[in-house]
């Protein structure tokens, strides 16, 4: 597989855009793909190979690409105007499916992108409790938004960023780190501080896929009551992706507040803050919590993510949860056959091969994996056309359009590139 047109183009722009990326999770040793075209389950790079997708934009495109009633939504939308700064329908169908899928919501404020969706979250737990400690997970990602940037997940944990520079010493002192699945330290940090929100991927998605253990998320919704915090489940990943209502109906666990991004914007940019009407008539201008943007709840999201949403139903997501299944089940046997320490933690559509850890259940023992050998496998995988994310603390997706044909290339390909780097190890 030739990717020279590649390499020369990223020649180029690392002259031009930092690490030659506009994301630090798509810097990619010797250098990145740039991809061309996405139809259904498979991208195509400008070098001309195809590649059986399981990044999907990292989750959004629970459809796959380029699905014809997305591109339909989107075409009828286009004719009639992008962008109005004023309100639409779609805007408000969009918010209508919203509250009518999803259980902690009775209003909305759609925002444009995940990353604002928590920050205004978070200022509005914070304003309505009058409180300002945040309590967030170690390992968990909310986008790169100041107080959120305390160990986070993502492509900050592949690079061992604990914070960043530029982020004010007072900001930070403001959160508190939790450890996953650790109900006692939850107790504890909550009896010792008086805090506004905790704010957590009930399915940690940025350190791998990280899965609640039973009773776990109920505890925490036990604890934030009895102490006066504000719940906040950040679905932006699991939100659309492991049921209609997300990861709060799965698991049956209501929060305060939720926020969505990813699948509900159909493969544009989307953001959502969701909630009870008592909490969310504090934000501007029914109240004083101040939240806008230019584009936020604009026609062209809001028309793909009806499209989307409109397909979504009880079958698609049994198939898609059978598909993971399967996938994770082919995966544990490779990695038995082969001999090689890991496990794959896995549920829904979304899914995670961790190697070199018999178990991990928090960010602390994602961290203690070999993510180096993850990378040699993401470039072998790539070269026999899979594309995952290529990072052990990412997710894997899958989508409607990854037919068996697909998975069962998927599975060989893993067998072939686990037997080629365990084997350099
Ligand atoms: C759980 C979670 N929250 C928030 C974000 C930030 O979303 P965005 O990249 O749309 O700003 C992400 C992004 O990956 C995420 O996974």
Known sequence: MTRDYSRRLYEKSVGLMPGGV???????????????????????????????????????????????????????????GMLFGAPSVPELE??????????????VRLANSGTEATMHAI????????????VKMSGGFHGAHDSMLVKPGSAAMDLCIPGSPGVPAATVQSTILAEYND???????????EVAAVIMEPVMGNAGTILPEDGYLQGVRRLTEEYGTILIFDEVITGLRLAPGGAQEYYGV?????????????????????????????????????????FSGNPMTAAAGNAVMNLLDADV?????????ELASTLRDIIEDLGITGCVNQVGSMLQLFLGMERVENAQQASKC?????????????????YIPPSQYETCFLCTE???????RVSESFHESLKEVSRSV
């Open 94 to 107: 969009l918010v209508e499916k919203l509250v009518k899928r999803v259980p902690c919501a009775e209003m």
């Open 370 to 386: 070999d993510a180096m050998m993850f990378k040699s496998l993401a470039s072998d995988l790539l070269d026999r056309g899979v």
């Open 22 to 80: 506009s994301s630090p999770i798509r810097a990619f040793e010797p250098h990145p793909s740039f991809i061309s075209r996405g139809e259904g389950g498979v991208i195509c790079d400008v070098d001309g190979n195809d590649l059986i997708d399981l990044c999907l934009g990292y989750g959004p495109l629970i459809l796959g690409h380029g699905h014809p009633a997305v591109f339909d939504s989107l075409m009828r939308q286009a004719n009639q």
């Open 123 to 134: 200022r509005l737990a914070r304003a309505y409790t009058g409180r300002e400690k945040v």
């Open 254 to 294: 209501t929060p305060d507040l939720c926020t969505m991004g990813k699948a509900i914007g159909g493969g544009l940019p989307a953001g959502a803050v969701l909630g009870g009407k008592e909490i969310m008539s504090m934000v501007s201008p029914a109240g004083p919590v101040y939240m806008a943007g230019t």
């Open 183 to 193: 109900l006692d330290m939850m107790s504890d940090i909550l009896e010792e501080h």
């Open 317 to 325: 997501y049994r198939s898609l949860g059978d598909k993971g299944a």
């Open 402 to 408: 990854h037919h068996r044909s697909h998975l069962s």
